[in-house]
């Protein structure tokens, strides 16, 4: 059974960076796709980022959403067992509640517990 464990949120300034960690524990084979969701208040959850596996070339495909490009980067280690999203220039907007998922084949996707983020001056 996977399960999620999100770190790294904190309170930034507006311009400043963070990085959140989500460590990963139990297999998720080699068909997933993990990613990086927010939900702010009084808003659903959308998703920021996502790296979703391609087994026959190998070659990972990336996701982000229109207003994170550029800013944001997920990346995970060699054995899958830790996604990050590196967050740089941080706006006001970006302060929200952000939870890891893992969705692997075949199986139920898992959520992790959340993280806070809060950008304020």
């Known amino acids: 059974q996977v399960q999620l464990v999100e770190s790294g949120g904190g309170l930034v300034q507006p311009g400043g960076s963070l990085r959140l960690s989500c460590a990963v524990s139990?297999?998720?084979?080699?068909?997933?796709?993990m990613g990086w969701y927010r939900q702010a208040p009084g808003k659903q959850r959308e998703l920021v980022a996502q790296i979703t596996s391609t087994p026959i070339t190998g070659t990972p495909i990336t996701y982000y959403a229109e207003d994170v490009k550029g800013r944001f980067t997920i990346s995970r280690n060699s054995n899958n067992n830790t996604l990050y999203l590196q967050m740089n220039s941080l706006k006001l907007e970006d302060t929200s509640v952000y939870y890891c998922?893992?969705?692997?084949?075949?199986?139920?996707?898992?959520w992790g517990q959340g993280t806070q983020v809060t950008v304020s001056s």
């Open positions: 139990g297999s998720i084979g080699r068909n997933y796709a």
């Open positions: 998922k893992v969705a692997a084949l075949g199986s139920s996707p898992t």
